[in-house]
């Protein structure tokens, strides 16, 4: 974990996450707490993700995602480097689809 990101503020939000029970209530929190552009960038974010995860080229994910060379390889970075959350994430996906 990343010590700079470690604040009482911080963990503040993710309990408030945490507090969120459906889909709707993300859209409504999330509405209020990001900018557009903001919510558009995390879910970009993720679906890079998604796809390199299943060995999609720079271009491919470039293009269907609109995603900048940049920000794929920074999520490829996190995907390979980081803390493991992505992985944490679709393994939970995962088990849920299956269910």
Known sequence: ?????????????????????????????FEDLCTVNELLSLSQRFEVA??????????EIAEKTGASTATISRVNRSLNYGSDG??????????KEES
């Open 1 to 29: 974990m990343n010590k700079k990101i470690k604040t009482a503020a911080v963990d503040y939000l993710f309990d408030a996450i945490l507090c969120l029970e459906n889909k709707e209530e993300c859209y409504n929190f």
């Open 50 to 59: 998604t796809m390199l995860r299943e060995h999609k080229t720079y271009l």
């Open 86 to 95: 992505y992985e944490l994430i679709f393994e939970r996906l995962t088990k």
